[in-house]
């Protein structure tokens, strides 16, 4: 079969009335050779909604959710390479009808009126039907009905029933249902009794309610006693029977009753007016000037009907003072009932403002006012201005602020860079700027550096807070006039000259292209050498040349220049070429120990003579089992020849040798040598120590110390002793168990004993107190320090002590 163009075999209908909601679907198939295409579209040109889905090779349009903006005509178009045809449907909305407003219960009173409403959406839209107890309700007399609107005026007893709306159109109907409830009832005060005491001052105002339930609406009437109460010029009653009394006298307290009547009864409820004293304010607070930091005291004093609870508030700008959050500033004092005044301490710019003071009672309210004037030192100048700038210079100007009541005295510019810590005050003309100048000249700017200035002003009272500051300006570049401090140098290898300096502060380089120039020359010769170093941030310079001889003088100066120009050069210096490390060893290397930690080494200068100066030597030591290279290093300065080294193992093999050094480095190693620590020493204390007292003297006894294996031999002992009171620490050696001390009996003493060996001192005795004693006779022994008592001339003192390190 031949190519032949699409034919749609199965189509949807013109019309697919649709409900919302739902979900439609759209079927269009096509034979045609080439096999053809399925698009679908809307008419209207609009794009199919993104909910949609195709089916089949878009054979079957499908719309779930179906709404009113899905409605329109669709097109099938089924396309090939021989042609194209088209099949169309118009898609329809339809929705049942669908309450947006219900009607609800209502209960009315007789010959009240009835409003209800009800709304419903549908596509058709919906019509209305009322019912009342099932059966339809017309138009007529009090009953008005338009759609789903239901009025009914002066309602009665025959109004009461169930009451229906109905929607619908040609897909369905919704009902909503209420019930009409009609209270008929005669006045009733039992909830709405009169308030047993109204209170109101003289010449005041007072409306006593009167509210029975009742049904329908009561007439009322007001007694005052027993006598029916009149109206008058004062005296009215509302149509709800409201009683309002105006310019109220002493003559108009007493018991006033309501009585309340309709068709179903009469019912009456009584209350009684009581008449007070009005308050008045006798001492208002009066307006006031104040200055900053002063504290002053608002009066509100009054007089009032003692019978009468008042309160005392205060207002500040319209807003309640708070006593306890602003209790800082703030205090109500007075001391009495009928004062209400306010202290204000320590008074700020910000007290500034309108003062009221409150009074009230249960009969009436009144209040007074009075402004407080702060005067401070002056606000910030406003508007601050660079009108022009130069290399040293800046012209500003700005605009007053407010003075605070205090006419402005003066001002003060100040400025700050990238560079400065802070803002800081300025040079000006004129020098001293009056409160009635607003511009200036800044002097004494660095060139090239950003600035950004502010102003302060003061008067009589102080210095006032800064203005913002003004827009940053750049001064305009100039010669450099700082020369590097500091030029010196010195060191380095082997024909070298090392120059150095302190570099110029990036605030004194003056403009860009900041550098060096560095000018050096053999002392006592007239030719400089000049080196041109282009960085601002260079801070050395090294010479090189064969011809340069080890620790040679030369004189050397450096200068700055930038884009501007050069500037001047620092005054000249003399700094030395670098010299040659020492070339000879030192010789006679002598080491000894001197305890199980100590040592000390001994050498001579170099037998030959050096072509470097020697300015000290480096010892190097290190353990037999430790490698050379992990040794510690120890340095002399100048001629000495000996040093101590200490902090070692005891009973080690140390090796030990020792270089001249200087600026260049250090020389050749000596030859090196041994050296054994001693064993360390003794590590018991010395133990059952005695002591004993005696004509102002103290006999010490302890047992011997014996050595270890591995430690030195007891040589002697040490007897270490102090006041209770002093630091200062004697020592008495002996080479017995036993020593005897003269020392007087009016102080406490500190004892300890420590042996010592050829290794130094070993471990100390345990501290022993020795209390000031009056006794001719006295003995003791070292086991603690506490609880020490004296008793007869022929008593046993025993001392007790804790263990503490030693002195």
Known sequence: MGEYEPKIEVQFPETVPTAKGATVKLECFALGNPV??????????????????????????????????????????????????V?????TFYAQPNWIQKINDIHVAMEENVFWECKANGRPKPTYKWLKNGEPLLTRDRIQI????????????????????????????????????????????????????????????????????????PVYTWKKGRDILKENERITISEDGNLRIINVTKSDAGSYTCIATNHFGTASSTGNLVVKDPTRVMVPPSSMDVTVGESIVLPCQVTHDHSLDIVFTWSFNGHLIDFDRDGDHFERVGGQDSAGDLMIRNIQLKHAGKYVCMVQTSVDRLSAAADLIVRGPPGPPEAVTIDEITDTTAQLSWRPGPDNHSPITMYVIQARTPFSVGWQAVSTVPELIDGKTFTATVVGLNPWVEYEFRTVAANVIGIGEPSRPSEKRRTEEALPEVTPANVSGGGGSKSELVITWETVPEELQNGRGFGYVVAFRPYGKMIWMLTVLASADASRYVFRNESVHPFSPFEVKVGVFNNKGEGPFSPTTVVYSAEEEPTKPPASIFARSLSATDIEVFWASPLEKNRGRIQGYEVKYWRHEDKEENARKIRTV????????????????????????????????????????????????????????????????????????????????KVLYRWNRQSSTSVIETNKTSVELSLPFDEDYIIEIKPFSDGGDGSSSEQIRIPKISNAYARGSGASTSNACTLSAISTIMISLTARSSL
């Open 36 to 85: 053809p295409t399925i698009i679908w579209r809307r008419a209207d040109g609009k794009p199919i909604a993104r909910k949609a889905r195709r089916h089949k090779s878009n054979g079957i349009l499908e719309i779930p959710n179906f709404q009113q903006e899905d409605a329109g005509l669709y097109e099938c178009v089924a396309e090939n390479s021989r042609g194209k045809n």
């Open 87 to 91: 099949a169309r449907g118009q898609l």
């Open 146 to 217: 338009e759609q789903g609107t239901l009025n009914i005026t002066i309602v009665n007893l025959s109004d009461a029933g169930m009451y229906q709306c109905l929607a619908e159109n040609k897909h369905g109907v919704i009902f909503s249902n209420a019930e009409l409830s009609v209270i008929a009832v005669g006045p009733d005060f039992s909830r709405t009794l009169l308030r047993r005491v109204t209170l109101v001052k003289v010449g005041g105002e007072v409306v006593i309610e009167c509210k029975p339930k009742a049904s329908p609406k």
């Open 638 to 717: 100048g001629n000495q020849t000996s040093t101590k080294i200490t902090n070692l193992r005891g009973s080690v093999l140390y090796h030990l040798a020792v270089k001249a050094y200087n600026s260049a480095g250090t020389g050749p190693s000596s030859a090196t040598v041994n050296v054994t620590t001693r064993k360390p020493p003794p590590s018991q204390p010395p133990g059952n120590i005695i002591w004993n007292s005696s004509d102002s003297k103290i006999i010490l006894n302890w047992d011997q110390v014996k050595a270890l294996d591995n430690e030195s031999e007891v040589k002697g002992y």
